[in-house]
């Protein structure tokens, strides 16, 4: 009786959002992608949208935290590359922290590239922060994809 008793109250903290995940349902496209609990604290009642969401927050809200992912979604590089946009443009000076987090991800084969050929250029460079941030200069597309208007991406609008 206490098994079953056990089973049952697992199931119910689990549907309510009391326990935390680490990594998404099985089955999902990034199911390979999965964090440490100690540094996210995401709801198991969430769905895999909002995971990635709110992941995504937390990244931008505090960058280093990158690190504590394991194959890491597009997305959430596409944060992180902003956020290297951001400190290039304002600051001036080369993020090559942040730079080294998204150089480290792409040591698994199982992390998607956000941006074609990173990989590539990681691997070409042994890791070299330096470069790989003078390749993601080179891009123009790299840094300001969300940001760019319709014309910019190449898009014809409908009714201008």
């Known amino acids: 009786m206490f098994p079953i008793l056990t089973q049952a109250l697992a199931y119910v903290s689990r549907v309510c959002g009391f326990e935390t995940v680490d990594s998404f349902p099985p089955g999902h496209a990034h199911a390979r992608t999965h964090w440490s609990g100690a540094h996210f604290d995401i709801a198991s009642d969430l769905k895999p949208d909002q995971i990635e969401r709110a992941l995504c927050e937390k990244i931008a809200n505090t960058p ?5 992912i394991a194959n890491p979604t597009p997305a959430m590089q596409r ?24 150089a480290n ?7 998607q590239e956000a941006v074609p050929g990173l990989r590539a250029a990681i691997e070409e460079s042994g890791g070299d922060a330096r470069s ?7 891009m123009p597309a790299a840094f300001d994809v969300i940001d760019a208007s319709p014309r910019q991406r190449g898009l014809k609008l409908v009714g201008r």
Do not use: C, K
């Not at 280093?64 to 504590?68: M, T």
């Not at 991800?105 to 992390?111: G, L």
């Open 79 to 102: 944060v992180l590359l902003d956020l290297i946009g951001t400190r290039m443009r304002h600051s001036g000076g080369q993020p090559v922290d942040l730079v080294s987090l998204l």
């Open 105 to 111: 991800a792409y040591r698994s084969p199982y992390t």
């Open 64 to 68: 280093l935290i990158f690190a504590n």
């Open 132 to 138: 790989v941030l003078a390749f993601l200069s080179e």
